[in-house]
């Protein structure tokens, strides 16, 4: 491993209306920590929640969070560093491919 990788869940409160019967933003953002943490032991990484109706001064933030909400995307969004790994509901197995291309290795590995 190289690099410590940065995650990022873009969402809100209010469940966007095809995600009924799916997790919250949040719920998202904190199965995924607990994943990852549980997978990559002792590999740090950073994930950050971005609501996307208060996003932060961060330009390119603001940028993904106003693409979410111009519906271009569904939410919540998962991303690897700057490249889309989830939308809606996010697969592990994807966001897992994803952080071993950088060199992380698997708990089970």
């Excluded at 330009?59 to 979410?68: C, F, M």
Aim: contains cysteine; hydrophobic residues 30%.
């Amino acid at each position: 491993m190289n690099q410590i990788v940065d995650l990022y869940v873009y969402g809100r409160d209010v469940l966007c209306a095809s995600c009924v019967n799916l997790p919250s933003s949040k719920d998202t953002y904190e199965w995924l920590d607990a994943a990852l943490k549980r997978k990559y032991p002792n590999q740090p990484f950073r994930i950050t929640y971005i609501d996307i109706e208060q996003p932060p001064e961060n330009e390119r933030q603001k940028e993904w969070s106003e693409r979410i909400l111009e519906d271009e995307f569904f939410y919540p969004l998962v991303l690897v560093g700057d490249e889309i790994v989830g939308e809606g509901n996010p697969k592990l197995k994807d966001i897992y491919q994803k952080m071993e291309k950088y060199g992380y290795k698997g708990s089970s590995e």
